[in-house]
């Protein structure tokens, strides 16, 4: 006997996970990877290797050694988290509104029974998929260059997961808010550069003015990115771990029922 | 019996803020049926088709699809729904099957069923093949006959159509409706707007007439012909002195039900066309032309939705 309790607002089903439909949106995705990964390896494989050849081993020339490691084992954790980000922002921005507005893909999904929410849930498990495929590569590749210290660098790929949904699901909430991706232009300037570059990516933070470390200490991605480093370099981080993972999870439980919300909003009436 | 509607709506109301979109209407479908709505832009058609496919919420009034509360059970009566939106929502970096057998899986249909079901209906609206291809390069009949056959690909009970052949050249159109009238032949039960006479005429069984959010006129188009026009009507039109069509109207007063001047001919509404064009003549007044036509729904159409452009 199947017992299904139902709820009257428009949200319907209050089951926090409905597999089959989330499913279905995850292999939608996959297919669509399926024929366009090739467009994506250089943006999320390719260009982060180059990143670490050339600041990795160009500047590290200058800069010798830092916190007791040489440069290029500094700055792989880095470049790895940031990598990771930047993928999460890409696909969650003009593809997200895109399937609003000019595929319609969430109206066509919307139209069968699949919800709101699983549309949302089954982006962010395909971005999760997304990220540990580009990290595994990543990892891969810096064994090689013996930027890897400890057996911990495997904990990069649940750092990497906890940061993808600390950033997909607030970012798809924008996307699925606004009518014009000129808003993306805003989110660039004023949200994703500094954060790349005030996130211990490059430097540690300690480095910064005092009044400007709290923006490095608010971004999910400089936690993301104490986290991997303690991970690869096999020492603790700065804070306490449980800081630092309780702090992506805010992210994350917020920026997913944001998301949830907006979905709902703009795909019912 | 209402129990037995597909579709069953009493005093149905959709308001946006201080906009009231759909003004409370009364209908029933019936299982097998094909029905249509028919209105100008901003009639209040597509509001009404959203209502019926659970992706909106009424605001007032009563609905019943397959028996069910869209509010409370819209995922399960989604289910069992075949939507072809106004809009093309076809994934254009996907091949034409796998649009079909991404789109069967929502539905929790099984991967080798969705395989089987994309190909039969793939030869259904004939674009077997184009299966492998993309859908990007398919013309604007194609696509629609696909999304119509994305619709079908969880063997619905209910086929919504909204505008199924707007945009569409007229070889496309007359292929569309070959294809929606074998699902009729079928029994499938289609609901659709339209704003085209002819394809109300050539589809529908049954059809409702809607105009500023209301529903103005409703029965199979023959019905409404016969309730709200005359059974033919006589275009005349004039090339010499009188300034306008109105003066001629006035004296044409008497001849037929209806004299509706226009600004390039005057249109007689009469029964028996032949004796209406023999008594113009009686009065004196030669027209440069005469066409004795049967009605069509586009007058009836416009008697009851009035000449005023809505835009």
Redesign the interface.
């Known amino acids: 006997m199947t017992t299904e309790t139902t709820t009257v607002t428009g949200a319907g089903d209050p089951r926090p996970l409905r597999l089959r439909p989330v499913v279905a949106v995850v292999e939608r995705y996959l297919t669509l990877y399926r024929r366009l990964w090739q467009a994506s390896v250089f943006s999320s494989f390719i260009l982060p290797i180059l990143f670490l050849i050339s600041i990795g081993i160009g500047v590290g020339g200058y800069v010798g050694s830092i916190e007791g490691v040489d440069y290029l084992s500094w700055i792989v954790p880095g470049v790895l988290v940031s990598t990771a980000f930047q993928i999460c922002v890409g696909e969650s921005t003009y593809p997200v509104l895109g399937d609003f507005k000019w595929v319609r893909a969430y109206h066509a999904m919307r139209a069968a029974p699949v919800q709101p929410k699983d549309i949302v849930h089954g982006h962010l498990l395909y971005m999760i998929f997304r990220v540990q495929l580009s990290i595994v590569a990543f990892l891969l590749v810096v064994v090689f260059f013996g930027g890897l210290h400890s057996p911990w660098a495997l904990a990069t790929l649940p750092i990497c997961a906890l940061l993808t949904a600390a950033v997909v699901t607030p970012v798809t909430a924008f996307a699925a808010t606004i009518e014009s991706d000129s808003y993306f232009a805003l989110l660039f300037r004023f949200v994703v550069i500094p954060a790349t570059l005030f996130s211990g990516v490059f430097f540690p933070v300690e480095q910064l003015p005092v009044a400007i470390r709290p923006v490095a200490y608010a971004s999910p991605v400089w936690h993301a990115v104490e986290l991997s480093r303690a991970a690869t370099l096999g020492r603790a981080p700065s804070w306490p771990i449980v800081v630092h993972i309780g702090y992506l999870l805010l992210w994350a439980v917020i920026g997913l029922l944001a998301a949830r919300r907006a979905f709902a909003r703009r795909l019912e009436d | 019996m209402a129990d037995q509607s597909l579709i069953s709506a009493r005093g149905l109301v959709k308001r946006?803020g201080d906009f009231t979109a759909v003004d409370g209407i009364d209908l029933e479908v019936a299982p097998g049926e094909a029905f249509g709505f028919l209105g100008p832009n901003g009639a209040g058609k597509s509001s009404t088709m959203?209502m019926i496919?659970c992706?909106?919420?009424p605001t007032a009034g009563e609905l019943r699809i397959l028996g069910m509360d869209p509010?409370?059970?819209?995922?399960?009566i989604?289910?069992r729904?075949g939507?072809c939106?106004q809009?093309?929502?076809?994934?254009?970096?996907?091949s034409v099957r796998?649009n079909l057998t991404?789109?069967a899986?929502?539905?929790?249909v099984t991967r080798a069923e969705a395989r089987r079901r994309a190909d039969e209906l793939l030869e259904f609206v004939q674009l077997s093949d184009r299966a492998n291809g993309k859908v990007e390069p398919l013309s604007g009949g194609m696509k629609r006959r696909l999304t119509i056959a994305?619709a079908m690909v969880?063997e619905p009970d209910l086929v919504l159509l909204d505008e199924p052949t707007t945009g569409l050249d007229p070889q496309a159109r007359h292929l569309v409706w070959e294809r929606l009238f074998r699902l009729k032949q079928r029994g499938t039960t289609l609901v659709l707007t339209t704003h085209y006479m002819d394809e109300a005429e050539q589809l529908c069984d049954r059809l409702v007439v809607m105009d500023g959010g209301k529903i103005v006129a409703e029965g199979s188009p023959r019905a409404l012909i016969e309730n709200y026009s005359t059974a033919e009507v006589v275009e005349l039109r004039f090339s010499d002195g009188l300034d306008s069509n109105a003066q001629y109207a006035a004296k044409l007063d008497g001849i037929g039900d209806r004299v509706d001047p226009l600004p390039d001919r005057v249109l007689l509404y009469a029964d028996d066309g032949d004796a209406a064009v023999a008594e113009v003549h009686r009065r004196g007044l030669t027209p440069a032309s005469v066409l004795v036509r049967r009605s069509t729904l586009e007058d009836v159409f416009l008697h009851l939705t009035g000449r005023t452009l809505v835009d």
């Open positions: 946006f959203r496919g992706v909106s919420t509010v409370r059970d819209g995922t399960r989604r289910a729904l939507v939106p809009l093309d929502n076809l994934d254009p970096d996907l796998e991404t789109y899986r929502y539905f929790g994305r969880n």
